[in-house]
């Protein structure tokens, strides 16, 4: 079992910045993948980005490459979505998600945990 939580969302002005935190904990196993889904009123859970936590390369989802960065702490077992950039339409609640996996995958059915979200708005 993994637990994951969340923080860092918040209210922000078009092109503002933020920074969302995810700390996993439990039992997590040697090769895994932390990403970050959005979901906005109405709309079905996204992808946003991923990174294989025992090397590989980050990916991201095209609206947000180029403005997002997704980084971890090994030592906390926390990863980070740096924001920039941020348009009314990044508006949504921001997920962390697990995988036990380190191969790509961007649906929502690929991952086997989740974290509770938290609230991200950007105002115009």
């Known amino acids: 079992q993994v637990q994951l939580v969340e923080s860092g969302g918040g209210l922000v002005q078009t092109g503002g910045s933020l920074r969302l935190s995810c700390a996993a904990s439990g039992r997590t196993y040697d090769t895994f993948t932390m990403s970050w889904f959005r979901q906005a009123p109405g709309k079905e859970r996204e992808f946003v980005a991923a990174l294989p936590w025992s090397g590989g390369n980050a990916y991201y989802a095209d609206s947000v490459k180029d403005r997002f960065t997704i980084s971890r702490d090994n030592a906390k077992n926390t990863v980070y979505l740096q924001m920039s950039s941020l348009k009314p339409e990044d508006t949504a609640v921001y997920y962390c998600?697990?995988?036990?996996?380190?191969?790509?995958?961007?649906?929502?059915?690929?991952?086997?945990?989740w974290g509770q979200g938290t609230q991200v708005t950007v105002s115009s």
């Open positions: 998600a697990y995988r036990a996996y380190v191969s790509r995958a961007y649906s929502p059915g690929s991952y086997h945990y």
